[in-house]
């Protein structure tokens, strides 16, 4: 068993579940309730199976360019990834390599600290405020680059534009990546001031907003050296990292305007009543800006209310960490989904002995 020594050995991420069996909810992995553009399926039908013998083309110019044209850029800045998974891989492995360490927050995506374990960059975790906030303050020190997301995850707080141009300007010696996995869902895109920071990154999904997690695309969109030094990284690792399929299929989506719009503002509608909802059954939450609520609650305990939610079919996500123990992450999915949530919920012991306290209360004060 010698050559164990010369592993490069790492604690993996660990992906929310994706159970097997069927009549289950699924509110555990930020996915879409809703299904991609109509033009997904034409895409798919004009898919010619004969050219799969070839390889794709190594630098996907027609998902390129039509997310170019959506955004208002030029080819040179856009960048594309087998989700932003990939894109935000390489650009650790692209933009910090420093030796220095590199800056996020305590609490936020649990991928940035294991790609930088995988990749051996130095890092060093800034701590939310007592609501989850980021204090740009923390992050004006000396520093290998900077990664957040914008809104956050797993908390869904989003960060003012000025706040984010704030920490680009401080750092014109880093790359600054701004994860905005979850920005369409009522966040602000930075994306107008990488014309005016040359150290900006943005990375953004289609797993989300395009409902398109299954086809695994994402992109990073920045000025032309930066995009073109992630080119650079990317060809020496794998030129054909995005397959003929995904390049059509995306391309399709990424037109449909109507659609993603559509599907943003129902999915907004939806959280906005469920966060409601979850204060009526007394849950402890802050407004969220992304497809998910981070929610707790006083007289249940976070793991009590996964294990029952589970037992109940429906699935969200708990994570084992510090500081965030007793909350759960839940995905805002169709309105039916989240009714049955709700009712499931105010069964679930702890939240239903609260409701009919207070039912009783409401007997005693009449
Ligand atoms: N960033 C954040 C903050 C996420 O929550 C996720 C979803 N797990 C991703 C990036 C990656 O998403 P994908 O690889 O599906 O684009």
């Known amino acids: 068993m010698g050559w164990e020594k010369r592993v490069r050995r790492v604690v993996p991420y660990v992906p929310g579940e994706q159970p097997k069996e069927s009549g289950i909810i699924k509110l555990n992995t930020n996915e879409n309730p809703y299904p991609p553009s109509g033009a997904v399926r034409i895409a798919m039908d004009a898919i010619n199976e004969g050219k799969l013998r070839l390889y794709p083309d190594p630098a996907a110019s027609e998902l390129v360019g039509a997310i170019a044209e959506v955004y208002g850029l030029s080819e040179k800045e856009v960048f594309v990834g087998v989700g932003s998974d990939d894109v935000l891989a390489m650009a650790f492995m692209t933009f910090f390599h420093s030796g220095e360490p590199i800056l996020f927050p305590d609490i936020t995506y649990s991928f940035y600290d294991v790609w930088a374990d995988l990749l051996r960059i130095p890092y060093e975790k800034q701590p939310l405020d007592g609501d989850f906030h980021i204090d740009p303050e923390d992050y004006k020190k000396p520093n290998g680059g900077i990664v957040f997301p914008n809104p956050n995850a797993p908390t869904g707080a989003f960060l003012p534009l000025q ?6 300007a401080a750092n014109p010696d880093s790359v600054v990546i701004v ?8 966040g602000e895109s930075a994306l107008p001031l990488i014309r005016k920071y040359d150290n900006l990154m943005i990375a953004q999904t289609f797993s989300k907003s ?6 695994r695309i994402g992109f990073a969109m ?17 030129s054909y990292t995005m397959n003929r399929p995904a390049i059509a299929l995306a391309s399709a989506a990424v037109r449909d305007e109507g659609h993603f719009e559509e599907c943003c503002r129902k999915i907004i509608a939806t959280r906005e009543k469920a966060q409601e909802d979850f204060r009526t059954l007394g849950f402890r939450l802050e407004d969220s800006c992304a497809n998910f609520v981070f929610v707790t609650h006083p007289d249940a305990d976070a793991e009590t209310i996964f294990n029952y939610l589970k037992s109940r079919k429906i699935y969200v996500r708990w994570f084992n960490k510090p500081r965030i123990r007793n909350y759960l992450r839940i995905t805002i999915g169709t309105d039916g989904e989240m009714e049955h949530l709700m009712t499931v919920l105010a069964e679930c012991p702890g939240i239903a002995e609260r409701l009919s306290g207070r039912e009783q209360d409401g007997i005693r004060t009449e």
């Open 222 to 238: 920045g000025n032309e050296k930066l995009i073109a030094y992630l080119n650079d990284v990317k060809y020496s690792f794998n």
């Open 179 to 186: 994860d905005e996995a979850y920005v369409d869902f009522g």
């Open 210 to 215: 395009r409902s398109l997690a299954g086809l």
């Open 163 to 168: 706040y984010v141009e704030e920490i680009v």
